[in-house]
């Protein structure tokens, strides 16, 4: 299962592990469905670390999940933030899962055990990431030039049989 987020600095495909983490990823895929992430923005970005997203507000304290609250975390031991290009949930702490995630730039080792993994980037990672990587910030890590998901394109939903 992938989908492709479609940015105005390019595209970013992702694959998302539905049945290593079914609730996060059925999350996700339900929110990209909905069209729920266009138009959103990337509101913080750290080079070196990583670019947060999928909050509606673009201020990076709102979003909500498909179940009406906040979600529980699907920690997997098999699911590390070990490498550029790894797509996670971002919280406020322990089961605080709504719409944001994030995309890491290097490994954070750090995040291990505390933010769900539900994914990868299969393509863009070498060219859309590093563009978004390459933007200039303010101090409190805002992109000065906005990166906007325009779309998303979902390559085989299997919810959608459901």
Known sequence: MSVTLHTDVGDLKIE????????????????CASSYY???????????FMVQGGDP?????????IYGSDFEDEIRPALRHNARGIVSMANRGPGTNGSQFFLT?????????????FGRIIEGADTTLDIM????????YRPLEKITVKRVTIHANPLADQ
Do not use: Q
């Open 133 to 140: 990587e390459a933007l200039e910030v303010d101090k409190k």
């Open 105 to 117: 730039y290097a490994a954070a080792p750090h995040l291990d055990g505390k933010n769900t993994v």
């Open 16 to 31: 998302v592990f539905c049945e290593s983490v079914p609730k996060t990823a059925e999350n996700f895929l339900a929110l």
């Open 38 to 48: 266009d138009g959103t923005t990337f509101h913080r970005n750290i080079r070196g």
């Open 57 to 65: 507000t673009g201020k990076g304290k709102g979003g909500n999940s």
